[in-house]
């Protein structure tokens, strides 16, 4: 069920009415195709269990481990280049009526074309810069340029025990 609604999301259908249709128009090839015999396709409110009750940290962490092995012996990593989005549609009200998005911050790869870890934060839990620092932590830096703009520049983020350091 993830990967039918990755599919629907990869298909401009990212919502989870919009992943009920995929599911419905595309159950007889996916069940072709992966070898399962799905009667009835998802509903949306059955999407909707799905992605309350994904751990999302593990999922990212399945996917950065699953895209280090398809680098494998390509080009090495010689520049990260770190950005952050507020995913659309994503907006809601915390307990004092303040606003909540969810945002993600990710680091790509130029040469390979690939974003190769990312991170999904709560504005109202956190902030970009955690975020990045989170995300920076789980990746091997030696000898990487890692590029990302004004926002991370701030002397408190270059003081951690990290050998990190601003260019000019």
Same mark, same amino acid.
């Given at each position: 069920m993830l990967l039918v609604a990755i599919l629907a999301i990869?298909? #401009?259908? +990212? %919502?989870?009415?919009?992943?009920?249709?995929? @599911?419905k128009r595309h159950r007889k090839t996916l069940n072709e195709l992966l070898g399962t015999h799905v009667a009835k396709p998802p509903s949306d409110s059955t999407f909707r269990l799905l992605v309350a009750q994904l751990?999302?940290? +593990? &999922?990212?962490?399945?996917?950065?481990?699953?895209?280090? $092995?398809q680098i494998g012996d390509a080009e090495p990593v010689d520049t990260l280049v770190c950005d952050g989005?507020?995913?659309?549609?994503?907006? =809601?009200?915390?307990?004092? +009526?303040?606003?909540? &998005?969810i945002a993600q911050v990710s680091l790509y790869s130029n040469n390979? +074309? !690939?974003?190769?870890?990312?991170?999904?934060? @709560?504005? =109202?839990?956190g902030g970009e810069i955690a975020a990045l620092r989170k995300l920076l932590d789980? !990746?091997?830096l030696e000898g990487l340029l890692v590029?990302? =703009?004004?926002?991370? $520049? #701030?002397?408190?983020? &270059?003081?951690?025990?990290? %050998? !990190?350091?601003? $260019?000019s």
């Open positions: 990869l298909s #401009n259908q +990212g %919502s989870l009415l919009g992943m009920e249709r995929f @599911a751990d999302v940290e +593990g &999922f990212e962490k399945l996917l950065q481990d699953w895209m280090s $092995t989005k507020t995913l659309r549609g994503s907006i =809601d009200e915390t307990a004092s +009526g303040a606003a909540r &998005f390979l +074309g !690939v974003a190769i870890a990312q991170s999904t934060y @709560a504005t =109202d839990a789980r !990746v091997e590029q990302a =703009d004004a926002l991370h $520049t #701030n002397r408190p983020f &270059f003081s951690t025990s990290r %050998s !990190v350091k601003p $260019t």
